[in-house]
């Protein structure tokens, strides 16, 4: 059973990583200031899944990138586009929608309740 719970755990933080990342991301931050923010706030991210999840959101217009290269060491920052800080907005909200609904069920509620 522990394989089984291992799996559908994965299963639904694989889903809320990318507000959990789009959250940390209205000031800029490059990849390891990134994930110690999330661990930080414990969320347990690998570089092997932050990055794509990074170049995914780039691509899709939801977050910019730029290298500052002032350092000895060049890091590549990741900040919210205006796009991304309106689905952040919008994403959050539908996450209260879905907690609440299903606090309702897991607690043995009435879904169709008035809230």
């Known amino acids: 059973m522990s394989d089984v719970k291992a799996s559908l755990v994965t299963e639904l933080r694989r889903g809320t990583l990318t507000i959990a990342v789009l959250s940390q991301l209205k000031t800029p931050q490059y990849g390891y200031s ?26 899709q217009g939801l977050v910019t990138s730029s290298w500052d290269t002032t350092e000895s060491r060049p890091r590549k920052y990741y900040v919210l586009s205006p796009d991304g800080m309106d689905i952040l907005n919008e994403l959050y909200v539908e996450w209260m929608n879905m907690s609440k609904t299903l606090t309702r069920l897991i607690e043995g509620g009435n879904d169709h309740e008035s809230s």
């Open 34 to 59: 990134l994930v110690q923010a999330l661990l930080d706030a414990d969320i347990n991210i690998d570089q092997s899944t932050l990055y794509p999840l990074l170049r995914r959101l780039e691509k």
